[in-house]
């Protein structure tokens, strides 16, 4: 069965990157421009992994991951942080608020999908 993976990003350059890279990998891709957006499918489609931006308008990456690890049934659904903020105190924030890695861009497609891989298969 194909993995269903939530990419969730404010820039649209960003989101076509990522999409593109995973569905060129033979995963499936939903797509989300904020965090509100981000739980609503999350809570909708229950998707294998999500990856979410930090900074987005209306919800955070920060709030968006806490809300959707506080719900019993989006709570298991593995979270990576994607973010240009790069210090430790942007990761750690990331990690408190449930996600499971915090992955820095810029990133190469290559090292987003061998994460991806890591985490949750092919």
Same mark, same amino acid.
């Given at each position: 069965?194909? !993995?269903? +993976?939530?990419?969730?990003?404010? #820039?649209?350059?960003? $989101?076509? *990157? ?5 569905? =060129? ?11 509100? !957006?981000? +739980?609503?499918?999350?809570?909708? #489609?229950?998707?294998? $992994?999500? *990856? ?5 308008? =209306? ?11 506080? !719900? ?19 990761? =750690? ?11 820095? !861009? ?17």
């Amino acid at each position: 069965m194909t !993995k269903r +993976i939530l990419a969730v990003d404010d #820039e649209p350059h960003i $989101l076509k *990157l990522v999409t593109f890279s995973l569905k =060129a990998n033979g995963y499936e891709v939903l797509e989300a421009d904020d965090g509100l !957006k981000a +739980i609503e499918i999350a809570i909708r #489609e229950h998707p294998d $992994l999500i *990856l979410m931006d930090v900074m987005m308008p =209306a919800c955070d990456g920060y709030e968006a991951c806490r809300r959707i690890k506080a !719900k019993a049934e989006t709570a298991d659904i593995p979270i990576l942080m994607l973010s240009a903020k790069s210090q430790q105190v942007e990761q =750690a924030a990331g990690l408190e608020s449930g996600a499971l890695e915090y992955v820095c !861009k810029p990133f190469t497609p290559k090292e987003l999908v061998a994460k991806v891989r890591e985490t949750i298969g092919d």
